[in-house]
């Protein structure tokens, strides 16, 4: 795991050969269909041979959550281990890593019954997209992550929130599961060649055509209920199809955001993941170093 344009890929594809494992995608935008360019999901020249999960299982204008990606990481990997082969999750979504590895739970404050109740009434009257939308507008992250058909869930957000003062998101409670032994590596590098990579990365991306990417996800009659238009790199471009920015103003745009997202991301795996091996990428022996850490947790096995 680590910020975007780390190198994440590409020790997991290195680590999958040495040590006959199979990658699992970690990233929350990498599972939509379509969205190639704009996610840097892996080719299948970067591959390598080694089979990749959970990439391109959901259309894109399909919801896909945190406790989906659980859900259905967890059968890949039990599939994986009856295989003999060992399971490498990859990506930087830290609530799907951090969710699927450990037991989670949400909200966990008081009741207000009658402040319940006037937003079951204000459903009633108006739509489950209104009642998303108030969750919207309070805790992006949280309704990121629930669906605006799952009002039951939405409801209890903007009720949690009501009763603490605080995000639903910042109340998600993890304990940690005992289903899985877990060797847990980030990586890092010097701040400004990470910022460097990643405005490199996205002049790339529009080379490559990110553009048409967008457009479709522009493009999309429910674009509002599902979590693929929101993605970094995609939503940017949305004020250059209606007019109100220019190219420029966009790219650089998505360059800010990428960036922005990138210290989020270190900021989530310091504070929110326990026992992380951080690794510089542009250390000498970065890579020998990996390895060893690995090689010794494998052979203490249980």
């Known amino acids: 795991m680590g910020p975007t344009a780390v190198g994440k890929?590409?020790?997991?594809?290195?680590?999958?050969?040495?040590?006959s494992g199979e990658v699992i995608n970690g990233d929350s935008l990498q599972v939509y269909k379509g969205l190639d360019i704009g996610t840097a999901k892996v080719t299948v020249e970067?591959?390598?041979g080694i089979p990749h999960h959970l990439i391109d299982i959901v259309d894109v204008a399909s919801s896909y959550t945190a406790s989906d990606f659980k859900a259905a990481a967890e059968q890949v990997i039990d599939d994986i281990q009856s295989r003999g082969k060992v399971p490498i999750l990859v990506g930087g979504s830290g609530l799907y890593?951090?969710?699927?590895?450990?037991?989670?739970?949400f909200g966990k404050t008081g009741e207000d019954i009658s402040f319940r109740k006037n937003l079951e009434k204000t459903l009633e009257e108006t739509s489950s997209l209104y009642i998303w939308n108030q969750l919207n507008m309070v805790d992006p992250e949280a309704a990121k992550e629930i669906h605006p058909n799952n009002t039951r869930r939405?409801?209890?957000?903007?009720?949690?929130?009501?009763?603490?003062g605080e995000k639903f998101s910042s109340q998600q409670e993890f304990s940690l599961s005992d289903s899985y032994r877990v060797l847990s590596i980030a990586l890092n590098c010097d701040?400004?060649?990470l910022y460097e990579r990643i405005n490199h990365r996205v002049e790339v991306m529009v080379e490559q055509g990110?553009?048409?990417?967008?457009?479709?996800?522009?493009?999309?009659v429910n674009k509002e209920n599902n979590q693929a238009h929101k993605g970094i790199g995609y939503k940017e471009w949305f004020p250059y199809f209606s007019g109100d920015?220019?190219?420029d103003e966009a790219k650089e745009k998505v360059k800010q955001n990428s960036r922005r997202y990138a210290k989020r991301q270190l900021t989530w795996f310091r504070n929110?993941?326990?026992n992380v091996h951080w690794f510089d990428v542009m250390k000498d022996n970065y890579l020998e170093s990996v390895e060893l850490l690995v090689t010794d947790f494998l052979e203490r096995g249980e």
Not at 9 to 19: D, E, W
Not at 154 to 164: D, F, G, K, N, T
Not at 210 to 220: P, Q
């Open 9 to 19: 890929t590409a020790l997991g594809v290195h680590l999958a050969k040495k040590y």
């Open 245 to 247: 920015a220019t190219f």
């Open 97 to 105: 890593i951090q969710g699927l590895l450990n037991d989670m739970k």
């Open 210 to 220: 990110v553009l048409d990417e967008a457009k479709m996800l522009f493009e999309l």
């Open 154 to 164: 939405v409801i209890r957000a903007l009720e949690s929130i009501h009763m603490s």
């Open 46 to 48: 970067e591959m390598g």
């Open 272 to 274: 929110r993941m326990e």
């Open 191 to 193: 701040r400004t060649l």
